[in-house]
């Protein structure tokens, strides 16, 4: 027997009020414009971030702005979801562009998963704090520059258990502190979801209009569903949205060269595309061979 | 917690290996025994996956006297997800750690679960917010342990390792790594490659070096992807499937592992005997 009929008057809970409700039980007024300035707020971790977005300045921006306008075109690589490919997005965007004679930075915001050091073939680099700031690693591969949590680790072993505000201030930091010098393009790596870095480094980024976002999808409708919500965040965000790749669109049999879907693909990508306007990069095959040279030796000969 | 019997945290360093789908079939495996009752906690509060896969999308929470009651998927298999409260399905979550603590609190304070045997809780990638709170919350009562699932490839594994580390950091038992996505049968030629190569031994090596159970290897069936989009069980749908079986085994494992680290495990015993 399901429990639910044992039990006395229900009701169903208006989704908007359970989570306004929600906050009102916690005591938190971060939807509200009490939030950072409520009683409940002191102490909290994230009073300070509540009350920037209440229109306080925050003092690190000036710097950022600075560091920023030294670099022409700001692109994140985004996806709600994770495993699609947003790290080789990130990766062989920046090592193609570097290929065209152009100036290329990535900075890799996941802090809890950093991929960029392995695939652009940095780990075992340390970073260097000179007196215009953290110098970024070069990467073997068309001298990108590459700045990662993953470089200021000692065991790559090591878990980052951070929560969101301590997550938030390294970003931040990075933002402020790294001395990338004149780029032609600043590729930023960002982990799945739609929080505390998406907000934080978006927020710092709107001041210095960045290109916009790349977002990167499997096609699977369970990935379609977060791609949705990462759409709905670009626009909430007034983010600029570039286009949508369709990654790991299907797989080539090594021994027969037969093409075949390993997730299932009704043309989703491009239907979501086409639903909000968003242009459509294209797809990418999933190749193993380019998986064992490219991650394992972070080689760019996959170019 | 006090009427949950047995408590499973679904883990990853790495995103998009698998754990929603993991979670989902373990459930699946676990209530097809009718006298179990099962509960699945979806805390991944930005991507909540587990609704559609599922097949639950779009289903109302209700609220009584005794708390928020979850949303059924099968008389003895219940959910409760992020994923029902927001007005559209498209609706971005966009809370910084705080806020998303908070949520996970009232998720396990507020949900009336009910007498449930096995609740298992599906997780977001990462070691952040989301894992010490739970991790926080249940300190007090008694957890089995985490399944950690990977894919083969170094970029995956090094994430794993991270994560294996939080638990032992922690103090959260592991009960073992699963290996998903482990090869890929071509539906033209039958052979079987590796979609994502084990280039430094993959999850079996890992497990070995780290200490700790290794439970098996979960073949890539296109058929599972089918399923999860359609909120239907791989397990039902496709019982013949190399797959199928390999979960099947895992989940004996999992059953084995908590009936025997337990203290209350007389009952759980008896249904094991009755199957």
């Not at chain 1, 915001?109 to 704090?129: F, H, M, R, T, Y």
């Not at chain 2, 952040?128 to 919350?137: G, P, R």
Request: net charge neutral.
């Amino acid at each position: 027997m399901r429990h639910a009929c044992a039990r006395g008057p229900m009701e169903i809970a208006k989704k908007s009020d359970v989570l306004i409700g929600y906050a009102a039980a916690v005591g938190c007024p971060a939807e509200s414009c009490e939030a950072g300035k409520a009683g409940v707020c002191q102490g909290c971790p994230g009073r300070e971030l509540c009350l920037q977005q209440q229109g306080g300045v925050d003092e690190d921006q000036k710097y950022i702005n600075v560091r920023m306008k030294a670099i022409k075109k700001k692109i994140l690589v985004l996806s709600g979801k994770g495993g699609v490919g947003k790290s080789t997005v990130a990766a062989c965007l920046g090592m193609a562009l570097a290929k065209l004679n152009t100036k290329v930075g990535i900075l890799d915001l996941d802090i809890c998963g950093p991929s960029i050091p392995k695939l652009l073939a940095v780990e075992g680099q340390a970073v260097v704090n000179s007196q215009y700031g953290w110098t970024p690693l070069r990467s073997p591969h068309s001298e990108v520059k590459v700045m990662s949590v993953g470089c200021l680790l000692g065991e790559s072993d090591s878990p980052v258990v951070w929560r969101g505000p301590r997550k938030s201030s390294l970003i931040k930091q990075f933002l402020k502190d790294t001395f990338w010098g004149r780029l032609d393009y600043l590729i930023f790596d960002t982990p799945p979801g739609t929080s505390d870095e998406h907000l934080t480094v978006v927020k710092m980024l709107l001041n210095v209009k960045p290109e916009g976002a790349i977002l990167v999808t499997t096609p699977q409708d369970v990935a379609l569903a977060t791609i949705r919500k990462e759409i709905s965040f670009c626009r909430k965000m007034s983010l600029n949205i570039i286009g949508i790749v369709g990654n790991m669109a299907s797989y080539v049999c090594p021994c027969c060269k037969e093409e075949s879907p390993i997730f299932t693909d009704d043309g989703g990508v491009q239907s979501l595309c086409n639903e909000y306007s968003i242009p459509f990069l294209g797809t990418v095959p999933l190749d193993p061979v380019t998986s064992i040279k490219h991650f394992l030796t972070g080689s760019g000969d996959v170019l | 917690m006090a009427l949950v019997k047995h408590k499973i945290l679904v883990l990853s360093g790495k995103g998009g290996v698998g754990k929603s789908t993991f979670t989902a079939h373990l459930a699946y495996g676990l209530a097809a025994d009718e006298n179990r009752q099962v509960g699945v906690l979806d805390i991944d509060i930005c991507g909540p996956s587990i609704p559609k896969v599922m097949g639950v999308e779009g289903e109302q929470v209700h609220q009584s006297g005794s708390g928020w009651s979850p949303v059924y998927v099968d008389d003895n298999l219940c959910v409760m997800s992020v994923g029902f409260l927001l007005s559209s399905p498209d609706e971005a979550v966009i809370w910084r750690g705080p806020k998303k603590n908070g949520m996970i609190k009232q998720f396990l304070r507020d949900v009336d679960w009910g007498e449930v045997d096995y609740l298992i809780v599906d997780t977001p990638p990462g070691t952040s917010d989301e894992h010490l709170s739970i991790v926080q919350y249940l300190s007090s009562t008694h957890v089995d342990g985490a399944v950690v699932i990977t894919t083969p490839q170094e970029v995956s594994l090094m994430d794993v390792r991270k994560e294996l580390n939080f638990c032992k950091k922690v103090g959260l038992p592991v009960i073992g790594v699963v290996e998903n996505m482990s090869g890929f049968v071509c539906p033209k030629c039958k052979h079987e490659s590796q979609i994502f190569p084990p280039t430094t031994g993959g999850a079996i090596k890992m497990a070995a070096d780290m200490g700790v159970p290794f439970l098996g290897k979960l073949p890539l069936d296109p058929r599972i992807g089918w399923c999860c989009d359609r909120g239907k069980s791989f397990l039902s749908e496709v019982p013949d499937s190399p797959a199928a079986t390999a979960y099947q085994e895992i989940i004996q494992k999992i059953i084995d592992a908590c009936t025997g680290s337990s203290p209350t495990t007389s009952s759980d015993r008896t249904v094991d005997v009755e199957r």
